[in-house]
């Protein structure tokens, strides 16, 4: 489980508060639970023993550890009991908050300000996933896509059936294929656009698509990874 936790330590994580929170976690994640990230408090005084929050998909966790580290303490809220998440950026860190539905505010402190960025999107996409859970939507797109040469081939097989019946007009049917065909490729290339041509809002309903394949098997973690880091760095 350890290796799997490797990745949140590229962005000024307490490799030692990471190591002591993960060896708990193997113990309090459910079932079909995942760590989506985890943010280490960094305040700007030494900090021995930092506070820590992780994020899953399933609640959030706030990590506080007492007793000079000995022991820690546990408090979560599920995405279900969260009314909304935010962010104040200041000098040193950010401070990162997040409101339940019985009037409770909890926040934390000297957040690193990319790690306060990446839990408040993470946050951000778990609420939106609540409030519109389009799931059959992704699915239906794929299936109209794979349906669609299916139709093509029924209409070259009856165009070669009638070819077939007249002989002679088997010269004049092929190019007229080929001048139907091609306005079909160029529609499907000019409807391609770059992720730098998206704004925001587009940016993220894309991340969320992904994350709404990922959490219905489509694709695996690795790949949403990937698409994460890659929609993330135009935002």
Do not use: H
């Not at 909890?106 to 990446?118: F, G």
């Amino acid at each position: 489980m350890k290796e799997q936790f490797k990745k949140f330590l590229n962005e000024e994580q307490d490799p030692k508060a990471i190591e002591k929170i993960t060896s708990k976690l193997n113990d309090l994640l459910m079932r079909g639970e995942e760590v989506g990230y985890i943010a280490v408090q960094k305040k700007p005084a030494i900090t021995v023993f930092p506070d820590s929050i992780v994020l899953t998909n399933k609640r959030i966790i706030i990590c506080k550890p007492k007793n000079l580290g000995l022991s820690m303490d546990f408090t979560d809220y599920t995405w279900d009991d969260v009314a909304g998440a935010f962010v104040k950026e200041n000098i040193l860190g950010s401070e990162f908050s997040f409101n339940t539905n019985t009037d409770l505010s909890i926040s934390i402190d000297y957040i690193p300000k990319i790690q306060a960025r990446k839990i408040y999107t993470y946050a951000k996409e778990q609420l939106d996933l609540l409030k519109n859970p389009v799931i059959i939507s992704a699915p239906a797109a794929e299936i109209t896509q794979t349906e669609e040469p299916e139709y093509e081939d029924a209409v070259e097989e009856v165009e070669t059936e009638e070819v077939t019946n007249f002989a002679e007009i088997i010269p004049a049917a092929t190019p007229s294929y080929t001048e139907t065909f091609e306005p079909i490729q160029q529609t499907q290339s000019t409807g391609e656009r770059k992720l730098s041509e998206l704004s925001k809002e587009e940016l993220f309903d894309k991340l969320q698509n992904y994350k709404k394949l990922l959490d219905n098997g489509l694709i695996l973690q690795g790949e949403y990874d990937t698409y994460k880091k890659e929609i993330l760095s135009y935002m």
